[in-house]
């Protein structure tokens, strides 16, 4: 590591952030140019220091780092963009914290992943301008999958290889993708996927984010294609998320109050 290494200037998110010691903060950070890192920011817990008002989740920073001999150190932090749209609403909220668990639990450590910030940046724009964040979800999503290299096979037969037809069919996260009628009433992990579930998550799949349009999907098959999602993620990630949990109890509490997501 030469000394251009030592001293970095980065686009960035926090993570998460554990207090340290009696003043300091350990952070975890996806950065532009060095990825997924953990940063300590010094002093940062005191009523005077500059950089704890920057230091949020949920916001786009520019960071100055400094790598020591096992960790790097924040020294300077600016805001570049607040998202004040998402942080005043609850639900924007939680699903720009789905996001952010789901970079922690996929990016890897030390390791730039430029499509992966790119897509996290275009991502927070979408969930603060979209009314309903459920296909900026979906398409961060499947496209989180395809550049980690976990995307599902949504359009042949991953055991006997026929191409699917239009009909219901069979999904296996353990297999990585769909499974024909045939084969998949024999998978006994498999799970059932409606044929309208199916075709919205391979539109998502092969279009630009530009190409979804306003697709009318009903709740009913909204909420299969999440509950598909979750089933594959978790699986990969072979632990339980934490934030879909809370997106949910926010929507059910708003339907209790007649507000419409
Ligand atoms: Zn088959």
Known sequence: MDDSDRLIHSEAFVITQVDYGEADRLYTIFTRSKGKIKAFARGVRKTKSRKAGHLQPISLINLMLAKGKSFWTITQADTVEPYETIKSDLFKTANAFYILELVNRFAPEDEAVQPLFNLVKDTMTRIRVEEDPFMVKKFFELRLLKITGYMPNLTTCIQCGETIMREDQYFSAEQGGILCPRCGVSSPNARKISMMALKYLR????????????????????????????????????????TPFFIHQIEENDTDKGIKK
């Not at 709740?219 to 699986?235: P, R």
């Open 203 to 242: 539109f998502i799949q092969r279009s630009t984010y530009q190409e979804l349009g306003k697709a009318q999907i009903s709740q009913a098959v909204k909420g299969e294609m999440d509950s598909i999602m979750l089933y594959h993620l978790t699986y990969i990630n072979e632990r339980a998320f934490n």
